[in-house]
């Protein structure tokens, strides 16, 4: 493979995650604007509460996309660098992550809360790791009724999964980066659980 595409894949990878695809998908449908409606995320938590389920779907899609694809491009790597696969694949996760949360398109202000894109990131890097990952956010999500709740229970798995899966420190260290940069833009969330204010995703009755 190609070096200088070795270089810069990662640069690529934050360019591809800062792409914030519920702004770009609620503008080109005419929506209402994303960064002032709802809770002002653009992710697919909030494209759900302004322009409805479809491009809610679109944006998880696009979200998770934007982890995946960068990241197994650098896992294609291995037959090129095996002695080196697991740190340039991570570093690779981290900046498709790091342009979700922080991305250039927008000033780096805005960005998403990055559940969506870490799952896509690892669903290369520790596969089965995401899926239990994945089980605990819905269990938690469904029990109570909150989203947020289950990001939050689902990224603390997220560590410990992929430990158990790779046995990789790499994978699993940057495993702990992305659970802990979560957490920090979950920090609101955080606060209204505490004091029992955060929304709720399902009504009662429905």
Do not use: Q
């Not at 909030?46 to 679109?58: E, F, Q």
């Not at 896992?75 to 002695?83: D, E, I, L, Q």
């Amino acid at each position: 493979m190609n070096r200088l595409f070795l270089y810069l894949l990662p640069v690529f990878a934050y360019l591809i995650g800062a792409v914030p695809w519920g702004l770009v998908l609620t503008r080109l449908y005419g929506r209402n604007d994303l960064l002032k409606m709802g809770s002002g995320n653009i992710g697919a938590t909030n494209v759900k509460r302004v322009a409805g389920n479809r491009l809610a779907a679109a944006t998880l899609a696009g979200d998770v996309l934007k982890g995946f694809i960068p990241v197994w491009f650098a896992a294609a790597t291995s037959a090129v660098a095996a002695n080196r696969a697991d740190p340039y694949a991570a570093l690779v996760a981290l900046m498709a992550f790091s342009g979700h949360l922080y991305p250039i398109y927008l000033g780096f202000k805005n960005g998403g809360k990055g559940v969506a894109t870490a799952a896509g990131c690892f669903l290369v890097l520790a596969p089965p790791a995401v899926m239990g990952a994945c089980i605990v956010f819905f269990l938690v999500a469904w029990t109570t009724n909150r989203v947020s709740a289950g990001s939050l229970a689902g990224a603390g798995a997220l560590p410990i999964a992929v430990w158990f899966d790779t046995r990789s420190p790499v994978i699993t260290g940057c495993a702990v980066i992305v659970a802990c940069l979560i957490y920090l833009r979950h920090k609101e969330n955080i606060k209204r659980l505490i004091s029992g204010k955060e929304p709720v995703f399902r009504e009662k009755g429905r």
